[in-house]
């Protein structure tokens, strides 16, 4: 089982920028494709962006071309670079592991990081 440690949320004016990062314990790291998912206050979590073991990326059509998924796998950690930041970004952000040819996260939800963009 992979831990997943995910930080860099905050309080941002709308227009602003953060960079969330994910930090998995142990070695399959490198095994998995990785997600970034978000669940904004009453609405169901969703996935956000994909980021697969060879780079190639995958985003919603809500963020593409403010936000930017990347990985180390030497760090076992994947980021979330977030830019023009809205009030419909806000939401806990979620990282999680999907097998290569998968659609469904595997583990087990961390806490995730709370960001909030203010208007």
């Known amino acids: 089982q992979v831990q997943l440690v995910e930080s860099g949320g905050g309080l941002v004016q709308a227009g602003g920028s953060l960079r969330l990062s994910c930090a998995a314990s142990?070695?399959?790291?490198?095994?998995?494709?990785m997600v970034w998912y978000r669940q904004a206050p009453g609405k169901q979590r969703e996935l956000v962006a994909r980021i697969t073991i060879s780079g190639s990326t995958y985003y919603v059509t809500a963020v593409k071309g403010r936000f930017t998924i990347s990985r180390d796998n030497a760090k076992n950690t994947v980021y979330l670079q977030m830019n023009s930041l809205k009030p419909e970004d806000t939401g806990v952000y979620y990282c999680n592991t999907v097998s290569p040819l998968g659609v469904s996260p595997i583990q087990n939800w961390g806490q995730g990081t709370q960001v909030t963009v203010s208007s």
């Open positions: 142990g070695s399959i790291f490198r095994g998995f494709d």
